[in-house]
C-alpha cells in the first residue's frame, strides 16, 4: 500500500454530478421529497471550498424549515461546536509542530468544519443561528493544542477532539426530530469520522483505536457541559 | 510496502487489532442485539413509552402533544406482530403520500427497505473483498490484512442490520445486492489487473455504502434507526479513507459526504 506524501485531489470524488434523471414517479417523488435537505447541502457543498468565513456565509439561510425549539437548540449547539473545531484546528495548524503536510491537512479539516457550520446553519434562521464559537468547548481544546509540546502530542489531542465530535453528532443523530437535521448531521457525521481515522493513521495508534466496527456515542459533548454561550 | 512519514500502518499491527477488534465487535453486537431482543420482542412485556425510548421517538405522552413523527408510530406498530416473510426483490421504495418538500421523505416500510438493502450492500461488500482476497492480486500484506479486517466489519454490520430487520418483522437478506453485482461489480471484479484496481474498487464500494447510509440518515422514520444507521455509515466512511491514504489521495477530500453515489432505487431490496 503506497502512501504518498502528497494528496493529489481525488478527480472521482471531487467531482461535481448533476443529479440523475428521475428513474420512476417513486423515484421523482423521493427527489422531490428530500428536496430541502438536499438542496441545503448541495448549495453549501458546492460552494464550501471557497467559504473561508463562517459568520459572514450563515446570512445565507433564508426560509428556514419549521423545526422544534428542541432541534433548533440541537443545530445551534452543534454549530457552536463545529466553529469551535474550526477555530481549535486552525490554531493547531498555527503551530510550528506538524510536518507541512499535516498542517496543511489540518488546515483542510478545519475549512470541513466550517462548511459543516455553514450547512447546519441554512436549517436556522437568520436570528437562530450561531456565529461564535463554543466558548468553553474551544478553550478547552486551544489549551490542550497549545500545550502540546511535539507532534505526536499535537495529533493525539486532534484525534480526541475529533472522536468527541464524532460522538457528538451520532448522538444527535438519535436525537434530532427532523429529517432535515439527521439528514446534514449525518453528512458532516461522515466527514468528521473520517478526520479522526486521517489524525489516527497520521498519529501512528492502533487501527483499533480509530477505527471500530461501530460509531461510538462515548464522550459526546453535550449542552449542559458546553454551553453554546 | 512503501509508507510516508505522515501515515503509518504496520502489517503486525493490522493483524494484532483485526484479533483484538473481533472481539470488540462481538461484545458491541451482543450489547446491541440484546437491546433489541429485549425492547423489540413482542412477548418481552417492555411498554410502548420503554420502546419509544429506546427507538427514539417520542412517548405516547409526547407524541399526542406533538403529532409527527407518524411513521415512528408505525415502525412500533409494525414491531408488535409477525408479517409474512419477506422474498428479497430489486426494486423501488414503497411509495410514500404525496407531500410538500418538508414532509419526512420516509415511511416504516421504507425502513425496511432500506435495511434490507442496506443488507444486500454488506454482503456484496463481503463476497467482494473475498474475491479480492482469493484473487492473488494483493501483493502487500497490509493490504491483505486491511482488506480482512474491513471484510470481518461488514460482516458485524450484515449481522447487526439482520437483527433490526427481523426485529422490524422483516426477513434478513442473505444474497448479495443483484443490481450492484450485475452492473456495476461483477465487470468491475473481473476486470482486475493489479492491486491499484483492487483497491479503487473497494474504495468505489465503500463509497457507494457510506453515500447509501448517509442518504438513508435523511429518510428513515425514526432516530434510533437514523443513530444505528450512521454508526455503520460512519465506520464505511473511515474505510474510504484508509483506502484515500493507500492510493494516495487526499485522506478527505470533501467537507460533507455527498448522496450522489447512493445506491440507485433502481437496487433497492424490497
Known sequence: ??????????????????????????????????????????????????????????????????????????????????????KGLLTAAGRSVLT?????????????????????????????????????????LNGQVNGASDQAALLNVLLTFEEQVSATMLQAM????????SGAVGSALAVVGQQAAALGSAAGKPIGDWLPAFGSTNGALTPAAFPTS | MTTDRNHEMSSDEVRRQLRSAQAEHEATMSDWKGSLDELLDPESGAGADEKAAFLGVPNRRTFMVGGVVLAGGALLAACAKKKTPQVP?????????????TTAPGSAATDKVLLQTAQSIEILAIDTYQKAIDSGLLTDQTAKDVAKLFQ????????????????????????????????????????????????????????????????????????????????????????ITVLNLALGYAPVPLALMPTSKAIDPKGYVS
Request: proline content about 6%; overall charge negative.
Open chain 2, 89 to 101: 426483490e430489486s426494486g423501488a421504495l414503497p411509495p410514500v403520500p404525496s407531500s410538500t418538500t
Open chain 1, 1 to 86: 500500500m503506497s502512501m504518498s506524501p502528497r494528496h493529489p485531489v481525488d478527480p472521482v470524488d471531487d467531482r461535481a454530478e448533476a443529479p440523475a434523471a428521475p428513474a420512476s414517479p417513486s423515484r421523482r417523488r423521493f427527489v422531490r421529497n428530500v428536496g430541502v435537505g438536499a438542496a441545503a447541502l448541495g448549495a453549501v457543498a458546492a460552494t464550501g471550498a471557497a467559504l473561508s468565513d463562517v459568520a459572514s456565509a450563515q446570512t445565507t439561510a433564508t426560509n428556514p424549515p419549521d423545526l422544534s425549539a428542541a432541534d433548533i437548540s440541537l443545530v445551534q449547539f452543534l454549530q457552536s461546536v463545529s466553529i469551535a473545531a474550526q
Open chain 1, 100 to 140: 507541512s503536510t499535516l498542517n496543511e491537512e489540518v488546515r483542510t479539516f478545519a475549512r470541513h468544519h466550517a462548511t459543516q457550520a455553514v450547512t447546519l446553519g441554512t436549517l436556522l434562521s437568520k436570528e437562530n443561528n450561531i456565529t461564535a464559537a463554543n466558548p468553553k468547548l474551544l478553550a478547552q
Open chain 1, 174 to 181: 438519535g436525537e434530532a426530530q427532523s429529517f432535515l437535521v
Open chain 2, 152 to 239: 470481518s466489519q461488514h460482516q458485524d454490520h450484515s449481522d447487526a442490520l439482520a437483527e433490526a430487520i427481523t426485529s422490524a418483522g422483516g426477513k434478513a437478506v442473505t444474497a448479495r445486492n443483484q443490481y450492484l453485482a450485475d452492473n456495476v461489480v461483477d465487470k468491475a471484479v473481473a476486470a482486475l489487473t493489479d492491486q491499484k484496481s483492487v483497491l479503487v474498487l473497494a474504495r468505489d464500494i465503500e463509497n457507494l455504502a457510506a453515500q447509501t447510509y448517509v442518504q438513508a440518515g435523511g429518510v428513515f422514520t425514526t432516530p434510533g434507526l437514523r443513530k444505528t444507521g450512521m454508526s455503520i455509515g460512519e465506520t464505511e466512511a473511515r474505510h
